[in-house]
Nanobody
Framework: QVQVVESGGGLVQVGGSLRLSCAVSGSAFGPATYSWYRQAPGNQREFVADITTGGTTKYADSVKGRFTMSRDNARTTAYVQMNYLRPEDTAVYYC?????????????WGQGTQVTVSS
C-alpha cells in the first residue's frame, strides 16, 4: 500500500523557519508530482506549492519568495523549506502526491502536520 507521511511541523516565532518533509513509500508508486496544501481552522484548504518529477516548482503568491520546494535524489521524499514565517502561515499542512504511471488518475494524501507561528 502507498503511504504518504508528513513531518517537520512545529511551533516557531514570527520570522522563523521550518522544513516540512513528505515521504512516500510503495514500490509501485513511481515518478510523481508532489504538492503542499494548507488549511487553517475554519478556512478551506488552499494550494501552497508543488514540484514535478523534473524539478519544476510552482508557488502560491502568498508564499512566493519565502517557501522553497525540493525533493531527494530518489524522488520519494519532497520538502518545503519555509522561511520568514508569519502568523497567517499557521495551518495544518498536507502533502498530496500524484503518480504518473497511471495517467495521473490517482492522488494520495498524507495526514497533515501542524505549523503554528506565534506572534
Amino acid at each position: 500500500q502507498v503511504q504518504v507521511v508528513e513531518s517537520g511541523g512545529g511551533l516557531v516565532q514570527v520570522g522563523g523557519s521550518l522544513r516540512l518533509s513528505c515521504a512516500v513509500s510503495g514500490s509501485a508508486f513511481g515518478p510523481a508530482t508532489y504538492s503542499w496544501y494548507r488549511q487553517a481552522p475554519g478556512n478551506q484548504r488552499e494550494f501552497v506549492a508543488d514540484i514535478t518529477t523534473g524539478g519544476t516548482t510552482k508557488y502560491a503568491d502568498s508564499v512566493k519568495g519565502r517557501f522553497t520546494m525540493s525533493r531527494d535524489n530518489a524522488r520519494t521524499t519532497a520538502y518545503v523549506q519555509m522561511n520568514y514565517l508569519r502568523p497567517e502561515d499557521t495551518a495544518v499542512y498536507y502533502c498530496k502526491s500524484i503518480p504518473h504511471r497511471w495517467g495521473d488518475a490517482y492522488e494520495y494524501w498524507g495526514q497533515g502536520t501542524q505549523v503554528t507561528v506565534s506572534s
